[in-house]
């Protein structure tokens, strides 16, 4: 799977959370065989997992668990995939609907929103706004070159790096100007490729 993320079919982040995925298996089976794992089992592996989980993380989780031993199996590891059972499932979307409304509203305030902005300092600033100028998260903005900036025009043409779905969006002023701002303080790059 690694080979995966040399090619760049793969993000980093999804091998980390495959390989973490594939550690709580080893933690919770032991070295059981495949061919010894039954539905009670997975119903128990489940049922560990979401003591600590919420229904989408489980959700996420699960499918992993499938993907992981899919994986060996087309890859000839293991001769069948184990039998899983019927209660081995995602939460249906139902009970995350539930655990989601249970949880309250997740969402910022314009006040809070303009306090954080206010007090951040750079390159913070050039982050937060263009989280909430355009929606980049973090691997976004980490991924962003120099060269998808149009500083005289006001825009951005990034595809997203999760997706490479195409994405063009104006800047607002103060995201141009905490932008200008981050790059003053950038340090040297290590290297031409790095550069921008």
């Known amino acids: 799977m690694k080979n995966r993320v040399d090619v760049g ?3 980093q982040r999804s091998f980390r959370d495959y390989h973490k995925a594939g550690g709580d298996l080893a933690a919770f089976f032991g070295d059981a065989g495949v ?3 039954w539905p009670e089992d997975f ?3 489940q049922t560990k997992l979401a003591g ?3 229904p989408t993380t489980l959700s996420n989780a699960v499918l992993r668990t499938r993907i992981i031993f ?10 069948a995939p184990p039998r899983y059972g019927t209660s ?3 939460p249906s979307a139902k009970a995350k609907r539930r655990a989601k409304r249970e949880a309250g509203k997740r969402f910022f305030e314009a006040s809070e929103l303009r306090k954080i902005i206010d007090t951040a300092g ?5 982050m937060i706004l263009l989280a909430l100028n355009g929606g980049l998260g973090q691997t976004d903005v980490a991924a962003l070159p120099l060269s998808a900036i149009d500083f005289k025009a006001g825009w951005i043409d990034f595809p997203r790096v999760k997706t490479e779905t195409d994405r063009r969006f104006p800047l607002w002023p103060e995201t141009i100007k905490a932008l200008r ?3 003053k303080d950038r340090p040297d790059p290590r290297d031409d490729a790095s550069a921008g």
């Open 9 to 11: 079919s793969l993000s």
């Open 35 to 37: 061919l010894d794992l």
């Open 43 to 45: 119903e128990r592996f």
């Open 52 to 54: 600590t989980m919420n």
């Open 70 to 79: 899919n994986w060996a199996h087309d890859n000839k590891h293991i001769d």
């Open 88 to 90: 081995f499932q995602m």
């Open 122 to 126: 750079h390159p913070l600033k050039a």
């Open 181 to 183: 701002e981050a790059g």
